[in-house]
């Protein structure tokens, strides 16, 4: 599947976590054939770049599998994934999360795509 560039906006609740975090994303991303790689503003206020691949499941639910830039937990790169359910322009998704302070949370959230 192609779909080339696609900005977004996505918001999202951090659960089960202490610190407070962004839950405003501006997002830009490349597509072809499964291949991913963009830049938003994560959820510590930083911007993130990242690359990957969409596995697509259904027409619906796909699984993201990428490598990520602007955390501190990760260090300079870390490892990211979030399963997505799409509904036209709408994609919602969910994501593990690490904090140092309480271990894993989740990042759920909802993202409004401008193709």
Do not use: C, W
Not at 17 to 46: F, T
Not at 89 to 103: D, K, S, Y
């Amino acid at each position: 599947m192609f779909e080339a560039f696609v900005l977004s906006l996505g918001l999202s609740a951090h659960i089960g976590l202490e610190n407070s975090y962004n839950e405003v994303h501006p997002h830009i991303r490349y597509r072809n054939d499964g291949i991913i790689a963009g830049a938003y503003y994560n959820s510590e206020e930083q911007i993130s770049l990242y690359g990957g691949y969409r596995h697509e499941l259904t027409e619906k639910v796909g699984v993201e599998t990428t490598l990520v830039t602007g955390y501190k937990n990760y260090g300079t790169i870390g490892p990211m994934v979030r399963a997505t359910y799409d509904t036209g322009n709408v994609r919602t998704f969910i994501a593990p999360t690490v904090e140092a302070n309480t271990g894993v949370g989740v990042v759920i959230g909802v993202e409004l795509m401008f193709k």
